[in-house]
């Protein structure tokens, strides 16, 4: 479980320690990023010597936050506190794009006391 901002985020069908009290729906978040021309000059020089290609790296993380604060906010505008069985999807649209999805169920979870 991930708390952010007191927004609860599970991988897991439910909350320990909490009980799911309304399900709202099922949301989502979704981006699709690109990678500069700069950035893949770099990553392809840098692949092919081997190792970490550093400025994918840093891409995929900054689209994973936003495609995971995207669906936060989903699930806020039904008045969910949390989302369980998050999940993240990406597929390739081309060659230099890649689409991230982040979703789950909405759920209002109260502490059990």
């Known amino acids: 479980m991930v708390r952010v901002e007191e927004f609860i ?14 399900t709202k729906g099922f949301v ?3 981006t699709v990023r690109s990678r500069g021309v700069g950035g893949q000059i770099g990553a392809g020089i840098r692949s092919m010597f081997g190792g970490e290609i550093k400025e994918y790296v840093s891409m995929m ?16 505008e039904y008045g969910a506190n949390a989302i369980i069985s ?28």
Do not use: C, F, W
């Open 9 to 22: 985020l599970a991988s897991s069908n439910y909350v320990p320690g909490y009980e799911i009290v309304d």
């Open 86 to 113: 998050i999940r993240y999807d990406s597929n390739d649209i081309s060659d230099v794009m890649q689409e991230i999805l982040a979703y789950g169920t909405a759920v209002v979870a109260r502490k059990i006391e």
């Open 28 to 30: 989502y978040g979704l």
């Open 61 to 76: 993380e900054d689209t994973r936050d936003e495609a995971l604060q995207r669906a936060i906010d989903h699930a806020q």
